[in-house]
C-alpha cells in the first residue's frame, strides 16, 4: 500500500530542513520579468514544507500563505520563517485549502505537484484564485548523470530502493500539466542549481527522501556502506557535488 503522501516525510524533517536545495533567485527574476510577479499580491505556496521555497518568495515582500497538510513540516516552517511578517502557516491541503474564494494571485507548488489530487486540486485552486491568477510549478530536478559521482549515486537508488522509480518526481508528465491547465499554454523556464557535500551532508540528503530505509531497516546499513564506497571513490577535497536543473513552469487555469 501506497504511504499517505501528506505523511510521507514526518520521520524527515529534521534531513529534509538541513539537506534538501534552496531554489534559485533567477526564479523570481523571470517572473518580475514576464509581470507575474508585482508587489502587494497574495501568494498560496501549497505543499510548502518546511518553507524553503516560501523563504524565497518572502524575498518579494508579498504576503506569503504556506499551506502544508503535513504537521511536523509545517511546525518547522514556523520556527524558521516566524519572525517574517508577511508569513502565514496555514493548516490545509492542495485539495482543500481553506483560503478564502477569489483570494490569490498566484499559486506555487515546488517540489509538490506530484503528490497532489489533480481533479479535486484544479477546483481548489480556481476556487481560491482571483480571475487571471497564475500557477507556478517547480522542481528541483537531480541530474542522473553530469558527473561519474552522479551517475552512480542514481544507480545506488535504483539498486537499493525499490520504490524509487514509482515516487520520483521525475515521472511528471508535461501532458499531464497540460491537462492540468487547459488550452492556456504553459511556460517554460529552467535554470541550473548545485549542492556540495562532505559525507554527513550526502548522508543526511540522502535520508531527507521519503522512499530511503530508516535507519533500523536491515537494508539500511547495506545503503549506507555502498553510498560511503562512491563518496569516497568521487570524492574531490572531501566533497562531492550533487546537480540539479532547476525547472518552472508557469500560467493560468482555465476551467
Known sequence: MRKDPTKRFSDRVENYVKYRPSYPINLIDHLRKNNILTTGQNIADIGSGTGIFSRLLLTT????????????MRIAAEKSLQNKP??????????????????IDIITAAQSFHWFDLEKTKKEFLRILKPNGYIVLVW??????GSPFSTEYEKLLKSHIPEYSQVSHRNIDLTRLGNF?????????SCQNIQVFDFEGIKGRLQSSSYTPTEERAEYSILIKDLKEIFNRFQVDGVVQLLYTCEMYFGQLNK
Do not use: H, M, W, Y
Not at 86 to 103: C, H, M, R, V
Not at 140 to 145: D, I, L
Open 61 to 72: 515582500e508579498n504576503n506569503i500563505f504556506a499551506v502544508e497538510p503535513n504537521k511536523e
Open 86 to 103: 508577511n508569513f502565514n502557516s496555514i493548516n490545509g491541503s492542495a485539495e482543500n485549502t481553506t483560503l478564502k474564494e477569489n483570494s
Open 140 to 145: 528541483n530536478v537531480r541530474k542522473s548523470e
Open 181 to 189: 491547465t487547459g488550452p492556456n499554454d504553459l511556460q517554460e523556464f
